[in-house]
């Protein structure tokens, strides 16, 4: 099936330090969506990309669409501890199907 | 987006029982999914919740097992069924709200602990 690889698995960072994220994939995709996840919630929708190229700001988080439709990028400025959570890329595939990378698990340190 | 509830949030049950799991959207949508969060891994899809006709089930996952009804464009549920220890995970639905493109908002998940 589909593999999305995000890595590393966690990391740890000092509130006020910015942190950047990649979401990589053998295939093309036409859709890259990323989600936070807080403990014992479901998953929220952060940014949703639709465009190779597209660069896409939600406040303190700014997203892009790789050219070459096989990667994206989250990148998180001034942390603070409330960024804390897990970080997951999506993509749509057939039937509005979505995969999941296996996310990274941020921590900031007050 | 959409305002997603499930019911119950968390339950814990004995194994060879059964787990009817609800899901509610405050407006309808085009498209309702499940997916499975095990402990500490990334969500798997298990089916897509089709209004009016039978789901449609991802590798691995079979209608005996987890039969899923979709009556009207704004509910769903999910049953676990005979459930054993391997079934403990976090039931997820998922929805595409009319005119959204390609994207999926969650509701807040069913905790499941299975003994």
């Known amino acids: 099936g589909q593999q999305l690889n995000q890595s590393p698995q966690s990391m740890f960072i000092q509130e006020g330090e910015d942190v950047s994220m990649n979401c990589t994939s053998s295939s093309i995709f036409n859709t890259w969506l990323w989600y936070k996840q807080d403990p014992g919630e479901g998953p929220v929708l952060l940014i949703a990309?639709?465009?190779?190229?597209e660069l896409t700001s939600n406040g303190r988080l700014t997203a892009q669409f790789g050219i070459t439709r096989k990667d994206s990028f989250l990148n998180i400025s001034a942390s603070i501890p409330s960024d804390v959570g897990i970080y997951f890329c999506?993509?749509?595939?057939?039937?509005?199907?979505?995969?999941f990378g296996k996310g990274i698990t941020l921590s900031v340190r007050p | 987006s959409a305002v997603i509830s499930q019911k119950p949030s968390r339950d814990i049950c004995q194994r060879g029982t059964s787990l009817t799991i609800q899901c509610q959207v405050d407006s309808q949508v085009t498209m309702m999914f499940w997916y499975r969060q095990q402990p500490g891994q990334s969500l798997t899809l298990i089916a897509t919740a089709n209004q009016g006709s039978e789901a449609t089930y991802e590798s691995g996952f079979v209608i005996d097992k987890f039969p899923i009804s979709r009556p009207n464009l704004t509910f769903s549920t999910l049953t676990v069924s005979n459930m054993s220890p391997e079934d403990s995970s976090i039931y997820l639905c998922?929805?595409?709200?009319?005119?959204?493109?390609?994207?999926?908002?969650f509701g807040p998940g069913t905790r499941l602990l299975v003994l």
């Open positions: 990309l639709y465009k190779a190229g």
């Open positions: 998922s929805v595409t709200p009319t005119g959204a493109q390609e994207t999926q908002y």
């Open positions: 999506a993509v749509t595939g057939a039937n509005s199907k979505l995969t």
